[in-house]
């Protein structure tokens, strides 16, 4: 038999932690205010940067880097809110080139991809197969598919220099 005069195997001395509970009642009420603010404001989009990387102009022809950056800037968020760099650790002057004749070719294909709707916003991958408009296509969208074909090849027969 265990004698009633032992000690006990475990005490409880309730000790005040009023620190630690302050600090996890401000990170609580922080996390939720965050919650609270990413919900009222929900339709402000954040600004984006993308970073696009090349090198070597053999290694990495110059018309993948093209068609990198077409489809980045045809995405379908603000123009005010995305920014793309691209850093050309080569140096090569037919990237730069390829990148500016791209440049001018973003003009069109920027806003022919949002009239439309174009869901695939790479354009050698929307052009690379057979036609893709059918005959109950408007007039418009035939007339801006071939200007953009047209541009497209001769974007192409640039970056393959």
């Keep these: 038999?265990?004698?009633?005069?032992?000690?006990?195997?475990?005490?409880?001395?309730?000790?005040?932690?009023?620190i630690p509970r302050v600090a996890e009642l401000i990170i609580l009420f922080l996390l939720f205010s965050l919650l609270v603010y990413r919900l009222k404001p929900a339709h402000e989009l954040p600004s984006v940067d993308?970073?696009?990387?090349?090198t070597d102009p053999v290694l990495e022809p110059?018309?993948?880097?093209?068609?990198?950056?077409?489809?980045?800037?045809?995405v379908d968020y603000p123009a005010?809110?995305?920014?793309?760099y691209v850093s050309d650790d080569g140096c090569s002057s037919l990237t730069f080139y390829a990148l500016v004749e791209a440049a001018k070719f973003a003009k069109l294909?920027?806003?022919?991809?949002?009239?439309?709707?174009?869901?695939?916003?790479?354009?050698?991958r929307y052009f690379n197969g057979e036609s893709l408009w059918s005959e109950d296509s408007s007039l418009d969208f035939r007339d801006e598919w071939k200007k953009i074909k047209g541009e497209l090849r001769t974007l192409t027969l640039i970056s393959h220099c």
């Design 1 to 18: 038999m265990a004698n009633p005069s032992s000690l006990p195997l475990q005490e409880r001395k309730p000790r005040k932690n009023t």
């Design 109 to 124: 294909w920027v806003p022919f991809c949002k009239k439309f709707n174009i869901t695939v916003r790479a354009p050698f």
């Design 62 to 74: 110059p018309i993948i880097t093209v068609n990198t950056v077409l489809s980045l800037l045809a």
């Design 80 to 84: 005010n809110k995305l920014a793309c």
């Design 50 to 54: 993308m970073f696009v990387r090349t």
